[in-house]
């Protein structure tokens, strides 16, 4: 895939080119997806709107007056998606304590939600499916350790008596047959790093 | 930016200055940030499992089980065929000794009844006309014919 530089993005936008905003959404929304991934909890519904919230606000701001450094679009698009994170959990927060009836009647959309909620346990299978397949027990203590507990690599290749290699390796592969699992449970590359 | 930042950064270890750098740095470069997007589904994968139960990620190994299981086979499979084998061999060795115990004249002659070679040839006549006119019941055959030979094989002297 071509990449194509911010500074080009933003010119050719402001030209009034269409193209250009197609593939600026190509290029930012698996960044996007990623950053609002980690700051939305798991809630596929509010996680696709605020990427797409985000993507438009750049568009627009492109169209118009533009940003003050054209190369470094994608730390704007970066900044406007957190702050777009931050103020939906104000929003949150607030209607925690205010009963708001029209967040309450509010329908998030539903398809998004459910397939994103698809995507979770289709992960969560693929993990189980990994889980079994893995030959030793120190493999999976190891999984557990640095994705469910947190540890640092150095304590967990302590504890388990292993090297930094063998840690890394033992990694990599779970990792490798975890993306085959998903491939082989019908998930094509672009499934597999999209929520849709 | 590598795996190690990629970890860093999904287990929330780096600071806000590198995250908003790493951010950055994903959204700029959509091949990149598919890599960390499927270290986020891993992780969140995994937690998802572990939400019920972690006894997933403690239990032992399965190993054993199929390991004893493949073990259990190739113990029947080498005892079904070794006692194929002794059968074979032990019919070979009946037969062997068969030819060396008996003559040609023997072994192609006409088979022998048991009674005939043990010598039972004072075997009683059974009443056979009471016997075969009634049925097969053996409460048939009179008491006192058979009790009368067996007498007299047992008071005859031992050879």
Known sequence: ?196 | MNQAQIEQYVSGKLGAREADEFEAYCVANPEFAKQVEFEQRLRDGIREVAQGSTAEFVRASAEPRWKFAAAASVVLAVGALSWTWWQHQSNKLGRALMAAVSTDAQRNGPSLRLAQVRGAESVPSLASASYASKSSDCSTVPRSTTSRWIASRTSAPAR
């Open chain 1, 1 to 196: 895939m071509d990449f194509v530089p911010g500074g080009e993005l933003s010119r050719r936008i402001r030209e009034g080119d269409v193209t250009a905003e197609t593939e600026l959404i190509r290029q930012f929304e698996p960044g996007l997806r990623v950053l609002l991934r980690r700051r939305t909890g798991g809630d596929h519904g509010l996680l696709q709107d605020l990427v797409q919230e985000t993507l438009l606000v750049v568009i627009q701001r492109l169209r118009g007056a533009g940003i003050d450094d054209p190369g470094k679009l994608a730390a704007f698009a970066a900044q406007t998606a957190r702050n777009l994170a931050i103020a939906s959990l104000r929003k949150a927060e607030r209607q925690k304590t205010d009963v708001d009836s029209d967040a309450t009647d509010r329908n998030p959309d539903p398809a998004a939600s459910v397939d994103g909620r698809a995507s979770d346990i289709e992960a969560a299978l693929a993990v189980r499916a990994l889980l079994r397949e893995l030959p030793q027990p120190r493999d999976r203590l190891m999984l557990k350790r640095f994705y469910l507990d947190d540890h640092d690599k150095e304590l967990i290749c302590q504890e388990l008596d292993l090297s930094e290699a063998a840690f890394n390796q033992a990694l990599s592969r779970a990792r490798r047959r975890f993306r085959q699992i998903l491939e082989e449970r019908g998930f094509s590359k672009r499934d597999l790093l999209s929520d849709r």
